[in-house]
DNA sequence: CGAGTCGTTGAGTCTCGTCAATAAGCGTGG
DNA sequence: CCACGCTTATTGACGAGACTCAACGACTCG
């Protein structure tokens, strides 16, 4: 396999870093990234409070972004899939600021940081597309907030599968059956409920006919019913704020 | 007040985004910022789905970003304080992606995207601050995060009062002593909590000695029992995560 | 002065967390 | 191959805590 098969494996998600740039500048960055390689499942790429070496493209596979808090319990902050940039929180500090960890055999692709921000300087298109990219995750932050500020377990667990089954549609896999790769423990966790509440809510949704579980194999069989439960947000309703209350 | 204020006002906080450029450059950005403004009380900047016209940094006062959910709802995503920059999440789509409101009287600089992304282009340390700032945004979601995902009430507004409490020390207001811009309803829907819980909550902090409550007028009494209460988050803990755990 | 908003407080209900028991799945090693 | 321990998932019983509904006072703004 070789290394364009990176960006090529990436352009499956919206983004590609370099998908726009002129041949000779993609073999520029293609030069500076190392040889991507395949991390077995439950490994660290990286650890909190380590300085920041590289940024990682998740290629396959899953996996998460976490911390430690004050009594020692793990705190998931994102679940992650493939086409996403890990270590984007580190730019900041220089610090990586979250753990982070595989959930399956994953595939990735280093970027060793300084290079590519030298290399990012000279090419605009380049340095664009990695602030379009930040600026995604910091656009992100909305939906994850539905996940955990609305109150009924329901409506959390529904907006999560929602959301995942959406992420397994873009990555190109089929968006009515998947098999999580996180167990009951890592979703409450995300979730903020207690694992044996998303337990019950997954046989709840099983007795409601709207999906078939078989302890991570998930199959939804009500996809509308799906959708409505888990509450998307929409666009801005002219009767909530009226055009002239913005001010220019 | 001349333009420079601007950026002195922004020093107040950790970074200005121009604050370690050359003279020759620093007047280059300041020739491309649009007259600061005033904004009254609960106006808006943007809204979401508006196409991305500039960028904006708080200068002083108070701003929330929110959203309407599908029933409705006001969505609270972030509140904004001075230092802030305002409109992140629209770089990736070229449309805001929230809206954003003032809680009090703001100051704000107004930041015109394309002329400053072209200077930003030129301006690797410019462009790096922009990286920087961003990166702390997404770093930052960890946090927030905390405030909603944990169950309790009390640990909830307890950490909402702990993050309140640093922002105003960084904008160099007390930290023991400050007004709420914002009501209970939006704390409790940036919380996720009935306002009713959010209300009582205040009189058990109070009834515990921690605060002294007056309205929107807070007094911590007893620092320490809050920062106690509202568990922060700490660095990664080796017995947690041992180092071999990590493949590089 | 009256309408509306905001904050507080009480009573009752219900969801969800905790504790506990059980079963199923998995890897290890005898 | 099976026994064993460990982890993971499910389910039940119970209770604490938060939400809902409601009433009330304080304050602001026309």
Redesign the interface.
């Known amino acids: 396999m070789n290394r364009t098969d990176c960006c090529l494996d990436c352009l499956t998600k919206k983004t590609c870093l370099w998908s726009d740039l002129r041949p000779v500048d993609h073999q520029r960055v293609l030069n500076i990234i190392k040889q991507h390689s395949t991390?077995r499942r439950n490994?660290?790429?990286?650890?909190?409070?380590?300085s920041l070496?590289s940024l990682y493209i998740l290629r396959s596979g899953s996996a998460k972004s976490w911390?430690?808090?004050?009594?020692?319990e793990?705190?998931i902050?994102?679940f992650h899939f493939p086409g996403d940039v890990l270590g984007?929180?580190?730019?900041?500090?220089g610090f990586y600021?979250?753990?982070l960890?595989t959930l399956d055999t994953c595939s990735v692709c280093e970027l060793p940081f300084k290079p590519f921000?030298r290399l990012a300087?000279e090419l605009?298109d380049l340095?664009?597309q990695?602030?379009?990219?930040?600026?995604?995750?910091?656009?992100q932050?909305?939906q994850?907030?539905?996940l955990?500020?609305?109150?009924s377990a329901p409506v959390r667990l529904a907006s999560f599968l929602n959301c995942l089954s959406r992420s397994f549609g873009e990555c190109g896999y089929s968006t009515r059956e998947f098999n999580l790769t996180m167990g009951r423990r890592e979703i409450a966790n995300?979730?903020?409920l207690a694992l044996e509440t998303v337990s019950r809510t997954f046989s709840q949704f099983q007795d409601e006919g709207m999906l078939q579980v078989e302890g991570r194999r998930i199959c939804v069989t009500n996809q509308a019913r799906l959708a409505q439960l888990s509450?998307?947000?929409?666009?801005?309703?002219e009767?909530?704020?009226p055009?002239r209350?913005?001010?220019?």
Chains 1, 2 share one sequence.
């Open positions: 991390v490994r660290g790429l990286f650890r909190a409070g380590e070496r911390n430690v808090s004050e009594e020692g793990e705190r902050i994102r984007l929180g580190a730019i900041s500090s600021d979250c753990n960890s921000q300087e605009p340095n664009y990695l602030l379009k990219l930040m600026s995604r995750e910091i656009a932050e909305e994850r907030i539905f955990r500020a609305n109150r995300y979730l903020g509450g998307k947000y929409m666009g801005l309703d009767s909530v704020c055009s209350w913005v001010c220019h």
